[in-house]
């Protein structure tokens, strides 16, 4: 069994429990229903923009604990005001130490920011807490759905106002996507070994229809990086162990995107 494997069956689980505490309809009575939603595509795509989607995450499967005191507001405010396009916050708890908690004080903090639910969404009830919590933006993880589940998330999120990032590692889950997805991002890591290798978006980004934004993801860690991907077509690059292995995120946010 995968590491991938091993987290969908937790994350199963953890579905059926959140579905007996709360039920759709109270996800709906969210003030967060009622707010109009950033859209990351479109400020991907502002002139100027740095592209850098920044991630609060504190720790992972392959690394352990990364940040054990880093508090959501402060660190993604602190993005935001470095220049981060975007931000991306982990709300699995399980492997990822992340929480809705996280989500909510992201929110709090950055009203306008367009913020990514970091998750793995297997079931339509996750795209309503998504909305229910404060994101603009879903993941969904390619590998991990087939093609007419794919569509049917893509499909809710859309209902709801949602924007759809699909995270793919080759070149036949392309096959997957549907026009209505907004992003594609090609993760580096594969998530069956967790190796990193930024040539696996380079060596995608040509497959990859022109209809879809193009971001990175994963194993960025220098500006010359960004460089060769911004180059291959890509707008954005999602970061967060680069900035959250640091004592100061945020600084090191500013400093990366400086460099840029």
Same mark, same amino acid.
């Given at each position: 069994?995968?590491?991938?494997?091993?987290?969908?069956?937790?994350?199963?689980?953890?579905?059926?429990?959140?579905?007996?505490?709360? %039920?759709?309809?109270? =996800?709906?009575?969210? +003030?967060?229903f009622?707010?109009?939603?950033?859209? #990351?595509?479109?400020? #991907? =795509?502002?002139?100027?923009?740095?592209?850098?989607?920044?991630?609060?995450?504190?720790?992972?499967?392959?690394?352990?604990?990364?940040?054990?005191?880093?508090?959501? %507001?402060?660190?993604? &405010?602190?993005?935001?005001?470095?220049? &981060?396009?975007?931000? %991306?916050?982990?709300t !699995? !708890? @399980?492997? /990822?130490?992340?929480?809705?908690?996280?989500?909510?004080?992201?929110?709090?903090?950055?009203?306008?920011?367009?913020?990514? @639910?970091?998750?793995?969404? =297997? !079931?339509?009830?996750?795209?309503?807490?998504?909305? &229910?919590?404060?994101?603009?933006?879903? #993941?969904?993880?390619?590998?991990?759905?087939?093609?007419?589940?794919?569509?049917?998330?893509?499909?809710?999120?859309?209902?709801?106002?949602?924007?759809?990032?699909?995270?793919?590692?080759?070149?036949?889950?392309?096959?997957?996507?549907? +026009?209505?997805?907004?992003?594609?991002?090609?993760?580096?890591?594969? #998530?069956?070994?967790?190796?990193?290798?930024?040539?696996?978006?380079?060596?995608?980004?040509?497959?990859?229809?022109a209809?879809?934004?193009?971001?990175?993801?994963?194993?960025?860690? !220098?500006?010359?990086?960004?460089a060769? =991907?911004?180059?291959?077509?890509?707008?954005? /690059?999602?970061?967060?162990?680069?900035?959250?292995?640091?004592?100061? +995120?945020?600084?090191?946010?500013?400093?990366f995107?400086?460099?840029?």
């Amino acid at each position: 069994m995968t590491i991938l494997d091993e987290i969908n069956n937790h994350k199963r689980t953890e579905i059926a429990e959140a579905k007996s505490k709360v %039920s759709l309809e109270q =996800l709906k009575e969210s +003030p967060y229903f009622k707010r109009k939603t950033n859209s #990351l595509k479109g400020a #991907l =795509l502002a002139d100027g923009a740095s592209g850098v989607i920044a991630e609060f995450k504190t720790q992972s499967p392959s690394k352990g604990l990364i940040n054990g005191e880093a508090e959501a %507001s402060e660190v993604t &405010a602190a993005y935001v005001a470095a220049g &981060a396009t975007g931000l %991306s916050v982990l709300t !699995d !708890d @399980r492997f /990822f130490g992340g929480s809705f908690e996280d989500l909510a004080k992201a929110r709090w903090a950055n009203p306008q920011a367009p913020i990514l @639910r970091k998750d793995f969404m =297997l !079931d339509p009830y996750q795209i309503y807490e998504a909305k &229910a919590h404060g994101a603009d933006v879903i #993941l969904l993880i390619a590998e991990s759905l087939s093609k007419s589940l794919l569509l049917e998330l893509t499909q809710t999120a859309k209902e709801i106002g949602l924007e759809v990032l699909v995270e793919v590692h080759s070149a036949e889950e392309l096959e997957k996507l549907n +026009p209505q997805v907004d992003l594609v991002g090609v993760n580096n890591r594969n #998530l069956k070994t967790f190796e990193v290798d930024v040539q696996t978006s380079i060596l995608l980004s040509e497959q990859i229809p022109a209809q879809f934004v193009k971001i990175s993801e994963s194993g960025l860690s !220098d500006p010359e990086s960004i460089a060769q =991907l911004r180059a291959a077509g890509f707008k954005g /690059f999602l970061i967060g162990e680069t900035f959250m292995k640091t004592e100061d +995120p945020g600084k090191a946010c500013a400093e990366f995107i400086q460099k840029l």
